[in-house]
C-alpha cells in the first residue's frame, strides 16, 4: 500500500545515528544521505521494497511530530519488538505507553513496544504472531 514514509528532522546526524542503529535491529541497512534539490539532507533507508527516510523540512520550519500518528515497524518475533525498543531508548528515544510485551489485539495477541524518535515521532515496533 506505502511507497515510502518521511518524517522531518531538526538534526539530521542525530536521526541517521538514531535510525541506523534502530532499523538495524530489523535488518535494514544503513541509510543512504541524499541531497534534495533544494540543498536540504536527507536519508533513505530501503528494506523490502519500501523505504523510510528522514529529511530536514524543505520549508526552513522545525521539524514537528504529527500528534495521533504513528509509524510502524513490522518485527519478526517477540524478541525482536524488545530489541527495537531496547536500541531506540539507547540512542536518544524515549519509551511510551505500556511497557513492550504483548497486548490483545482484535486478531489475537500482538507484542507491541512503542517509543518516539529524538524529534518526537512515534515508532510502534510489531510482530504479529502467524
Known amino acids: 500500500m506505502f511507497s515510502h514514509v518521511m518524517v522531518g528532522t531538526n538534526d539530521i546526524e542525530k536521526s541517521k ?53 504513528t509509524i510502524g515497524f513490522k518485527c519478526q518475533s517477540p524478541e525482536q519488538v524488545q530489541q527495537f525498543h531496547d536500541v531506540a531508548v539507547a540512542h536518544g528515544g524515549t519509551s511510551i505507553e505500556s511497557p513492550p510485551g504483548p497486548r490483545q489485539g482484535p486478531t489475537g495477541v500482538l507484542h507491541l513496544a512503542y517509543v518516539r524518535d529524538p524529534d518526537g515521532n512515534k515508532l510502534c515496533a510489531l510482530h504479529r504472531p502467524k
Open 17 to 69: 545515528r538514531f535510525y541506523d542503529a534502530v532499523l538495524g535491529v530489523l535488518g535494514v541497512p544503513e541509510g543512504i544521505r541524499n541531497t534534495a534539490g533544494s540543498g536540504h539532507q536527507r536519508v533513505f533507508y530501503r528494506h523490502e521494497g519500501v523505504s523510510f527516510a528522514v529529511t530536514q523540512p524543505i520549508n526552513n520550519e522545525p521539524a514537528t511530530c504529527a500528534n495521533g500518528s
